[in-house]
């Protein structure tokens, strides 16, 4: 993964503004610019300092090279979005996803998709684990209002947390759909909707997080089935960036 990634994700996470991360790290502000823009490349020393500055420690693993992912990556991105999924996903898994994607497109309430689902629309090949619609609400309170009369809500004791709240919700007509709140690592729809990508899927128009807002948030993640995303996010993260 490049280090402006690291840094600007790291910047995301703590809620900082490249000024604010600049007056932390006692660096001046059009270094931290160059250092995200990847214009420059900070040594590993200054790149550790600058994500401590953020509140965070910069961890590093030696692992064996394997690019099976950056290959399975690759091929999925030459796919659309639909193809991605099909080739990821059971027939009858794929019905339930579809109608979860167009109960998300239906509601009046802005909302952007998150989470394995929207991973794997992003390009990762990593098998979403259940299908459900993962999304971020610019008003709680009114999508939880839309969802009621299309679904019924599932006991989830997730919905009493302090940080990573989710609201899940069986639909009547197959499918699932989780509202999500208070996430780590986010600023929750404010935040995610700056790098948002407007799209459409099997015909539904979503707002999607990117690429690197998933990463940031799988990273955070206190839940380990989310952070078990994480190496297929590095992977396409890396391989969009070498694409462009």
Same mark, same amino acid.
């Given at each position: 993964?490049? +280090?402006?990634? =690291? ?10 503004? !490249?000024? !604010? ?12 610019? %160059?250092?995200?823009?990847?214009? $420059? ?6 790149? +550790?300092?600058?994500?401590?500055? @953020? ?9 064996? !090279? ?11 991105? !030459?796919?659309?979005?639909?193809? $991605? /999924? ?18 998300? @497109? ?5 909302? #952007? =998709? ?17 299908? @459900? ?7 709680? &309170? ?9 679904? %019924?809500?599932?006991?989830?004791? &997730? ?12 639909? +009547?007509?197959?499918?699932?759909? #989780? ?28 707002? =999607? ?6 990463? %940031? ?17 590095? @992977? =396409? /993260? ?7």
């Amino acid at each position: 993964m490049r +280090s402006s990634d =690291l840094i600007r994700m790291a910047r995301d996470r703590a809620g900082l503004t !490249q000024e !604010q991360l600049a007056a932390r790290s006692g660096r001046p502000r059009s270094t931290i610019a %160059r250092w995200e823009s990847g214009v $420059r490349e900070p040594s590993l020393h200054h790149l +550790s300092e600058v994500i401590r500055a @953020a509140g965070l420690d910069l961890s590093i693993d030696l692992a064996n !090279q394997d690019d099976s992912l950056a290959e399975n990556v690759r091929d999925q991105l !030459q796919l659309i979005r639909e193809e $991605r /999924l099909r080739r990821l996903l059971p027939p009858a898994e794929l019905g339930e996803v579809e109608h979860a994607l167009a109960t998300v @497109a239906g509601l009046r309430t802005p909302a #952007i =998709l998150i989470g394995p689902l929207a991973a794997a629309l992003q390009g990762s090949p990593q098998r979403p684990r259940d299908g @459900a619609a993962e999304i971020v609400t610019s008003d709680r &309170e009114r999508a939880l209002g839309e969802l009621a009369v299309v679904g %019924r809500p599932s006991d989830d004791e &997730e919905r009493f947390a302090d940080h990573d709240r989710r609201w899940r919700w069986e639909l +009547s007509g197959g499918g699932a759909v #989780i509202v999500a709140d208070r996430i780590s690592g986010s600023g929750d729809f404010p935040d995610l909707r700056r790098d948002a990508e407007r799209v459409d899927v099997f015909g539904a128009p979503l707002m =999607l997080a990117s690429p690197r807002d998933l990463l %940031r948030l799988a990273d955070a993640s206190p839940r380990s089935a989310d952070r078990a995303y994480r190496a297929g996010l590095r @992977a =396409l /993260l890396e391989s969009t960036r070498v694409s462009v």
